[in-house]
């Protein structure tokens, strides 16, 4: 069965740096666009990321460019997101999802919380 | 990028339809046929329910239907069923190689 596991969440300063990865089983890793998307406690769904199979290529949203770099390790079926110079507006659980379709996610994790605060 | 627009909320009795909009404009829903459109009951990870404006990924039931118009997307529940009970996001890919989800819609089976 096909599935995905975040890890990394917790809670960190303001300023400060965290990773998140993301642990696929089930399906040929390397074979999909993986993206994060996240959630802020009782808002909507943000998109943040993503990357194509091979990790040539990477885009993001306005909110977190120059300061979240997405990167996979397909030989570890592991995505990651390097978050520096957080923000108490980076609050929200994130969620990685695969691109299993085209310009969508199939397949959802169940999410991991970073709180920003001091 | 600025979210895509949806109506807070919607309500049904059961068995009703229920049409939710997502207005977006020429920079996305209006250049692409890449509307998605996702369910998240409480507590939960987001569900794929619609993609590429009107395809049904496997399992997801017929009475889930999209369609788009100009720079409008909608996704149609049929025959509403109190399970049916959830957020519902849509969401487009842009002319900026990203992507933008609409604010969220409740949907209510009364």
């Known amino acids: 069965e096909a599935q995905l596991v975040e890890s990394g969440g917790g809670l960190v300063q303001p300023g400060g740096s965290l990773r998140l990865s993301c642990a696929a089983s089930g399906f040929t890793f390397s074979g999909f666009y993986m993206h994060w998307v996240r959630q802020a406690p009782g808002q909507g769904l943000i998109w943040v990321s993503d990357i194509n199979g091979d990790g040539s290529y990477t885009s993001y949203g306005d909110s977190v460019k120059g300061r979240f770099t997405i990167s996979r390790d397909n030989a570890k079926n592991t995505l990651y997101l390097q978050m520096n110079s957080l923000r108490v507006d980076d609050t929200a659980v994130y969620y990685c999802a695969r691109g299993g379709v085209v310009a969508a996610t199939d397949l959802w994790g169940q999410g991991t919380l970073v709180t920003v605060s001091s | 990028q600025s979210a895509l627009t949806q109506p807070p909320s919607v309500s049904g009795s059961p068995g009703q339809s229920v049409t939710i909009s997502c207005t977006g404009t020429?920079?996305?829903?209006?250049?692409?046929?890449?509307v998605s459109w996702y369910q998240q009951p409480p507590g939960t990870a987001p569900k794929l329910m619609i993609y590429?404006?009107?395809n049904r990924p496997s399992g997801v039931p017929d009475r889930f239907s999209g369609s788009k118009s100009g720079n409008t997307a909608s996704l149609t529940i049929s025959g509403l069923q109190a399970e049916d009970e959830a957020d519902y996001y849509c969401s487009s890919y842009t002319s900026s190689s990203t992507y933008v989800f609409g604010a969220g819609t409740k949907v209510t089976v009364l």
């Open positions: 590429e404006v009107s």
């Open positions: 020429s920079s996305d829903i209006g250049s692409y046929n890449r």
